[in-house]
């Protein structure tokens, strides 16, 4: 009887160690799948493509009000603009009933299908003010109040996906926003 009792005590043993080391392994696969990873520089995982439900390069758009100093006010709402885009809202409203003091944060993405890093164009227009984000550098830089006007750069760009991002707002009287690139990074 007692030598059954050592043999239990030691599989017990082994089984406790097995246990431990079992929850250590789950433990790591865990830590690897932390979904609260702040914004990177690299490419937006390619499981939630920003397309249309007909397949299409879409922009995900949140309009937001602005202060009367300048500053980003309340959401107030959230649309999606195609691929490329050219509203001229003249005076009239732009959304949610906002014409003037309204902007929005956009973002999308882009597929370099070349065979190596080669130049993208990209062109904005704005009334008023615009910035360009690709992968979260500041490629095009129109921050301030004017009447409309457009502003072109060319970026040299690995091939893949890559994160692009516009940030936009109307101040008072007209308002327009323009938005277009080679057209072959649109396509995937
Ligand atoms: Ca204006």
Same mark, same amino acid.
């Not at 059954?4 to 433990?27: A, D, E, P, R």
């Not at 995982?45 to 100093?69: I, R």
């Not at 615009?130 to 004017?146: E, G, Q």
């Given at each position: *009887?007692k030598?059954i009792?050592? &043999?239990? %005590? /030691?599989?017990l #043993?082994?089984l406790?160690?097995l246990? #431990? *080391?079992?929850?250590?392994? #789950?433990?790591i $696969?865990?830590?690897? $799948?932390?979904s609260s990873?702040?914004?990177s520089?690299?490419? =937006?995982?390619?499981?939630?493509p920003?397309?249309?439900?007909?397949?299409?390069t879409?922009?995900d758009v949140?309009?937001?009000t602005l202060?009367?100093?300048?500053?980003? %006010?309340?959401p107030? %709402?959230? *649309?999606?603009f =195609?691929?490329?885009? &050219?509203?001229?809202?003249?005076?009239?409203?732009?959304?949610? $009933?906002?014409?003037?003091y309204?902007g929005f944060?956009a973002?999308?993405?882009?597929?370099?299908? @070349?065979?190596a890093?080669? /130049?993208?164009s990209f062109h904005v %227009?704005?009334?008023?003010?615009?910035?360009?984000y690709?992968d &979260?550098n500041?490629? #095009?830089d129109?921050w301030?109040?004017?009447?409309? @006007?457009?502003? &072109?750069a060319?970026v040299?760009l690995? =091939?893949?996906?890559?994160?692009? @991002?516009? @940030?936009?707002?109307?101040w008072?009287?007209d308002?327009?926003? *323009?938005?277009?690139?080679?057209y072959?990074?649109?396509?995937?």
């Amino acid at each position: *009887m007692k030598r059954i009792h050592i &043999n239990k %005590g /030691f599989f017990l #043993l082994i089984l406790t160690v097995l246990i #431990l *080391m079992l929850l250590q392994v #789950l433990c790591i $696969g865990c830590g690897s $799948g932390d979904s609260s990873e702040p914004e990177s520089n690299s490419a =937006p995982k390619t499981s939630t493509p920003t397309k249309s439900a007909h397949g299409e390069t879409v922009w995900d758009v949140e309009w937001s009000t602005l202060t009367g100093s300048g500053e980003w %006010g309340a959401p107030i %709402g959230n *649309m999606q603009f =195609p691929a490329t885009f &050219n509203y001229d809202w003249s005076d009239g409203d732009l959304y949610g $009933g906002y014409s003037d003091y309204v902007g929005f944060t956009a973002t999308s993405q882009i597929n370099v299908q @070349r065979d190596a890093s080669s /130049f993208v164009s990209f062109h904005v %227009g704005s009334d008023d003010a615009i910035r360009l984000y690709v992968d &979260n550098n500041l490629v #095009l830089d129109d921050w301030a109040k004017h009447d409309y @006007r457009t502003k &072109n750069a060319t970026v040299s760009l690995a =091939p893949g996906f890559h994160s692009l @991002r516009i @940030r936009y707002y109307e101040w008072t009287a007209d308002a327009q926003v *323009m938005f277009s690139c080679d057209y072959d990074v649109l396509d995937w």
